[in-house]
């Protein structure tokens, strides 16, 4: 069983930068792809960035070239660094961990962390 635990997450003003973390435990952390997904009110969860073991990334169109997803396997952590924040970003971020390198299907699921930013 793997636990993930979101931080990071606040308020900000539009234009700014806040950068989310996800520590993992109780796994090999190594093992898992590892991706970030939000839901905002009103509306579904939906895909935000993905990294797998490979390293390589995956991002969604709305956030790329402003989020920036990695990992430290020494530190079982994954991190969302998000620049040039918009009020459209606001919404609950949640962590995920899945064996599957697509994240099709997340196996485990942080709790979130709330992202609010300011016009």
């Known amino acids: 069983q793997v636990q993930l635990v979101e931080s990071g997450g606040g308020l900000v003003q539009a234009g700014g930068s806040l950068r989310l973390s996800c520590a993992a435990s109780?796994?090999?952390?190594?093992?898992?792809?590892m991706g970030w997904f939000r839901q905002a009110p009103g509306k579904e969860r939906e895909f935000v960035a993905a990294?797998?073991?490979?390293?390589?990334?995956y991002y969604a169109d709305s956030v790329k070239g402003r989020f920036t997803i990695s990992r430290d396997n020494a530190k079982n952590t994954v991190y969302l660094q998000m620049n040039s924040l918009k009020p459209e970003d606001t919404a609950v971020y949640y962590c995920?961990?899945?064996?599957?390198?697509?994240?099709?299907?997340?196996?485990?699921w942080g709790q979130g962390t709330q992202v609010t930013v300011s016009s």
């Open positions: 990294i797998r073991r490979s390293g390589k990334t």
């Open positions: 995920a961990a899945a064996l599957d390198p697509y994240m099709q299907v997340a196996d485990y």
């Open positions: 109780g796994g090999t952390f190594s093992r898992y792809a």
